[in-house]
């Protein structure tokens, strides 16, 4: 995208990202939820937000759905809204990490270069790509909301999985297969591995 802004400057805060870590007790990070519809992304990552409160957390879930209420309610669905959608949740995913939260995002977000983007934007280990993985006849199973009837009838063009391409990560983080594990055990392997690579203190 061309940066139309000129004359700009960014401003450093007083604060730190190890000083807002050592008062929450873990460091800012992104957590990207990617997968098909009805994988169980949002699921997981409500579990999980759930269990990092709990635990005293500073945590904030960035959801597809309630982002285009607002933020993204401009864009549609064609490749390139899909492109810039991704880019502006990177962009305020960064800086809620920036404020020191755990977020967990959670988009199909399909396209390996759009993700590879939004983790350009951190520093490395501060981007958890986690595959939320789920044969395509199990979504369509699931179905949570009936899109993947509807997209079958011809209803929604551009349905990621039926008549627009998902690419999987090559090398994520983190792989779930929700077919073989519960919501709750989904949840527990994230902030197993949160805890393995110190982002929790």
Not at 29 to 42: A, D, F, N, Q
Not at 126 to 142: G, H, K, S, T
Not at 175 to 198: M, N, P, Q, W
Request: proline share 5%; with cysteine.
């Amino acid at each position: 995208m061309k940066k139309k802004s000129t004359n700009i400057t960014w401003h450093e805060t007083r604060l730190t990202a190890n000083e807002r870590a050592k008062r929450n007790g873990h460091r800012g990070v992104v957590i990207w939820l990617t997968g098909l519809s009805g994988s169980g992304k949002s699921t997981i990552a409500v579990e999980t937000q759930v269990k990092l409160f709990e635990m005293g957390c500073q945590v904030y879930i960035l959801d597809g759905d309630n982002i285009r209420h607002g933020l993204n309610k401009d864009l549609g669905f064609s490749p390139e809204d899909r492109e810039e959608n991704i880019r502006r949740i990177g962009e305020v995913a960064k800086l809620f990490a920036d404020a020191g939260m755990i977020v967990l995002t959670s988009f199909i977000s399909p396209y390996r270069k759009d993700r590879d983007r939004a983790r350009n934007l951190l520093d490395p280990g501060d981007f958890i790509e986690v595959y939320v993985n789920a044969p395509l006849e199990v979504c369509e199973d699931r179905d949570p909301k009936g899109l993947y009837k509807k997209a079958r009838a011809g209803e929604i063009p551009e349905f990621t999985g039926i008549s627009a391409p998902y690419e999987p990560p090559l090398k994520p983080e983190l792989e779930i297969r929700t077919d073989e594990l519960s919501v709750e055990e989904s949840a527990e392997k994230i902030i197993g591995y949160l805890r393995e690579k110190s982002v929790l203190f």
